[in-house]
């Protein structure tokens, strides 16, 4: 039987380039894996994060014991190494000799190290770990820092001579695909193991696998004894009659199937075994009604996130993985796109295990590079056949927002098709997708390759105005009928430390952040043909390159901060429509303590269908909604007000210890100026900065569009000296993509004092920048 030990302790880590004799040779500090070496400078801003080749150096012999290896190699045993991710290129030396090369950081290697162990009589491993820029290996250029390092487990396997396949693209070996019929509550179960270790083609009849299938208590419920054919494929088929269906959140159930390699004549004594959990369930996507789950509408809502930790960069262990599940199941979503990137399998577990409906991808993403086809499909590749038996995955992802830096032109299209193609040849089943960037024209050829679609769109927040979103959709829907379309990415940032009592787009503030999803949850619900929405993004998360929102090195989307330490009421707008399994009442803006208004606005969020409210004491009344609710109350001079908000809980809820009541509370009070701490200092609203009516109307100024200040030569050259700063604040991509032709065509009919308060620019910023323009004249031809 095979073995499987963690060696995650105790690592030399040695950061500088070099050979691996130098690696080892040299001093360096002592780590524990998970490990990255970019946790701090990767999310500090000022996009200087180190980005190069690290080492990680290991004695084997020292960790595991020279005698044992060596017992192990002499009884004919194999020993592997199996990395769960090294980013973002790696390559592998034991004792010095080169064994590996590998160009994904997110996928499982494994490494056949027995030779170089019997050899050389010692076991000397270093790895080196590479995120530096090149022309090939994906991602290269996003809105997220690109951290290097081993930074998932590491484990060393023994196994016999001949063994289920552990050299199969970091696979399992074993792949199980069920197929539903729905009417007759029935599934056939299709299971196939491979074998390696087979000396010879003949040697294949003296072995056998058997497979068993078990139901989720571990019971057998079959059983099938299968040759192994020359190839070193076995094969076995079953019937489940009144099958269980993984369903959801509501009953995300799984059947097991274990494949055990045995020799044909004899007792039955494994030599090696594994299992694969997996679900029996029909997804199908509808133009017009949306996503199906077994035969029922089964909307999909949720969100999109990042694997990134405050302090701790990607290096993320069960703990964490398993408090981000805790906030997807807290908000009530059913479905998650893990962006940009294959994830490790603890994940793709745990949104097993709770019926969270899963898109995955690759990260082909934002600026196409020439020589990078044969990567993305090495990487969707592996991403595809790792992740087979997965339940919860409903489509493969194809890329993200790839037009953004880059043409659409034929050998990105054709590198699309192979990827395509690719998917549906490994999995016929599943379906494929792609997230479009939002500057992407609707009858681009792209949008003809995957089978369903979807669009990140940031209306109201980078350009344009939130209610564009909704326009879209519906063009885009009356045009193409017959395509499945979806919402991929949508999102603002917030600093919970912004308050205002009319927020607007631009500020950071929690509170538009909070307006903006209000009116997204209720654009999407409006449009039930969507057939998968993702809110971009659960949690804050690095982009070294980003310095703004009074932040450096983070994109603040998120609806709960970096650290997990904080919802931002955002989180709560959601959690009102989706969860329906924890009855609740939320107060918002619980951080906007002092306000200056003589009346404010009090609003919560709420599962509820009715919210009371009461300030000092005194009833301000109940109210009916649909997630939210508003009162305006009346601001008392002096001393601090206590306002406390309460609902009855009903069904669809079960009752609570406290008498069915759930409540919330906040103090507020009275300032006779706006708290500057609650203000981006940068931005702020631009309203009143200026009166109209002194601007000069035969020169420019911030109130003429972009493509009337670019005609002329003077008025232009201001402007792009202005944006080509304003995209440096956000980063390579915003760098990146601020020359491409659908995004400037966008740009250029907005008014200039509409991008400014967009961008968040200061009321001085834009009073200078006015008068520069006002002392340039227009030509006749542009005079209004």
């Not at 990078?372 to 595809?384: A, F, I, K, Y």
């Not at 989307?557 to 399994?581: E, I, P, S």
């Not at 109210?623 to 939210?628: A, P, S």
Request: glycine share 8%; aromatic share 10%.
């Amino acid at each position: 039987m095979r073995e499987r030990i963690l060696i995650n302790r105790n690592w030399k880590f040695v950061k500088q380039a070099g050979s691996a004799e130098d690696a080892a040779r040299l001093q360096g500090e002592t780590v524990c894996l998970p490990h990255t070496w970019n946790a701090a400078d990767g999310q500090d801003g000022g996009n200087d994060y180190y980005r190069g080749t690290c080492w990680y150096v290991k004695d084997l012999y020292d960790s595991l014991g020279a005698e044992e290896v060596e017992k192990q190699i002499a009884s004919g045993r194999r020993v592997f190494l199996e990395f769960a991710g090294a980013a973002i290129t790696c390559e592998v030396f034991m004792n010095g000799r080169k064994l590996a090369h590998h160009e994904d950081g997110f996928s499982t290697l494994r490494v056949d190290i027995t030779e170089a162990l019997s050899e050389d009589k010692k076991g000397i491993l270093a790895v080196s770990c590479d995120n530096a820029d090149n022309d090939h290996v994906y991602p290269q250029k996003a809105d997220f820092t690109f951290y290097g390092g081993l930074y998932r487990d590491v484990f060393v396997v023994f196994a016999d001579r001949v063994h289920l396949a552990l050299m199969d693209h970091g696979t399992s070996g074993l792949f199980v695909t069920p197929e539903v019929n729905l009417e007759k509550s029935s599934a056939g179960v299709r299971a196939e193991a491979l074998v390696e270790g087979l000396r010879s083609p003949e040697e294949a009849e003296h072995w056998q696998v058997i497979f068993e299938l078990l139901d989720a208590n571990g019971n057998r419920l079959a059983e099938e004894a299968s040759a192994i054919d020359k190839s070193g494929k076995s094969q076995a088929a079953f019937d489940i009659a009144g099958v269980h269906l993984w369903d959801g959140v509501q009953d995300p159930y799984l059947y097991t199937m274990r494949a055990k390699l045995c020799l044909r004549k004899g007792p039955v004594q494994e030599a090696d075994a594994v299992s694969a959990r997996f679900g029996c369930r029909v997804m199908r996507m509808d133009p017009q009604k949306g996503f199906f789950l077994n035969g029922r509408s089964y909307p999909l809502r949720g969100v999109a996130m990042h694997q990134d930790y405050k302090d701790l960069g990607n290096a993320l262990t069960k703990k964490e993985f398993a408090e981000d599940m805790a906030f997807i199941r807290e908000i009530g979503a059913n479905t998650v796109r893990l962006s940009h990137y294959q994830y490790p399998q603890m994940f793709y577990d745990l949104c097993d295990e709770n019926g969270i409906v899963v898109w995955t991808e690759i990260p082909f993403i934002t600026m196409y590079m020439k020589n990078g086809r044969q990567n993305t499909l090495d990487q969707m590749r592996d991403l595809v056949l790792q992740n087979y038996n997965h339940p919860c995955i409903a489509v493969w992802g194809l890329s993200n927002e790839i037009t953004a830096a880059s043409a659409v032109n034929e050998d990105l299209i054709e590198n699309m098709r192979e990827l395509n193609d690719l998917c549906h040849r490994l999995d016929p089943q599943r379906k494929t997708t792609m997230a479009n960037v939002f500057m992407l024209e609707t009858d681009s050829p792209l949008l003809t390759i995957p089978d369903v679609n979807s669009y990140n769109l940031y209306f109201g927040w980078y350009v344009g105005e939130m209610k564009e979103t909704d326009a879209f959709f519906d063009v885009y829907h009356r045009k193409y009928p017959d395509r499945v379309i979806g919402f991929s990415e949508y999102g603002a940032d917030a600093n919970p430390a912004y308050q205002a009592e009319n927020p607007g787009q631009g500020d950071y503030t929690e509170g538009y952040q909070a307006l903006y999803h209000e009116h997204m949850i209720r654009m999407i619900q409006e449009r039930p043909y969507l057939w998968a929405t993702h809110v971009w993004n659960l949690f804050d998360f690095a982009a070294d390159g980003r310095d703004e929102g009074g932040k450096h090195g983070e994109n603040q989307k998120g609806l709960v901060t970096f650290d997990r330490k904080v919802r931002k009421d955002a989180f709560y707008a959601y959690k009102a429509v989706w969860n329906r399994t924890e009855p609740f009442v939320h107060l918002c803006g619980k951080r906007y303590v002092n306000r200056e208004s003589e009346v404010t606005k009090i609003k919560v969020y709420s599962n509820l269908p009715s919210v009371r409210l009461i300030v000092d004491g005194e009833d301000y009344g109940e109210k009916t909604g649909n997630g939210v609710f508003e009162w305006k109350v009346r601001m008392k001079t002096t001393g601090d007000m206590t306002v406390t908000a309460e609902a009855l809980v009903q069904e669809p809820f079960r009752q609570q210890e406290d008498a069915g009541t759930v409540r919330d509370k906040m103090t507020i009070r009275k300032v006779r100026e706006a708290d500057p701490a609650y203000r981006y200092q940068k931005g702020g609203g631009v309203a009143n900065w200026f009166d109209s009516s002194d601007l000069k109307p035969d020169c420019f100024s911030v109130e003429d569009t972009l493509g009337e200040l670019r005609k002329d030569a003077k008025a232009g050259a201001v402007v792009e000296s202005m944006m080509s700063r304003a995209a440096k604040n956000r980063g390579d991509v915003a760098e990146a993509v601020k020359d491409n032709p659908g995004l400037q065509k966008m740009l250029e009919r907005m008014t200039l004092v509409s991008l400014l308060k967009q961008g968040g620019a200061s009321p001085e910023d834009v009073k200078q920048l006015n008068r520069i323009l006002q002392t340039i004249p227009k030509k006749a031809e542009y005079e209004r």
